[in-house]
């Protein structure tokens, strides 16, 4: 693995961004299902990052998941391991990442 200088966070409510943001330069791009999503766009935005990932089966992404102490960690988690695509996971810890 190479370095990571710079880091992008996109929504998974805003996949339109996932693939800017890779083209952007940035090292990394961490599609976000944590606290850029409001609460009651938890289930829609993992219903986005799934087309996405469909629709865009060759894109390696990195997703950021809710914290183990709240309602939506299980479901999280359970949805990255069914993606190659996703090929890290990034766990906040207390709620702060």
Do not use: H
Request: aromatic share 8%; charged share 25%.
């Amino acid at each position: 693995m190479s370095l990571i200088r710079t880091a992008l966070f996109v929504p998974a409510t805003r996949t339109d961004r996932i693939l800017k943001a890779k083209n952007s330069g940035a090292d990394a791009v961490i599609v976000d299902l944590e606290d850029a999503v409001a609460i009651e766009a938890k289930a829609s935005a993992r219903q986005a990052l799934q087309q996405f990932i469909q629709e865009n089966p060759q894109q390696a992404i990195w997703v950021r998941i809710n914290s183990v102490q709240t309602e939506w960690f299980e479901e999280d988690l359970a949805f990255c391991g069914q993606y190659s695509a996703i090929e890290t996971v990034m766990l906040t810890q207390d709620g702060k990442c």
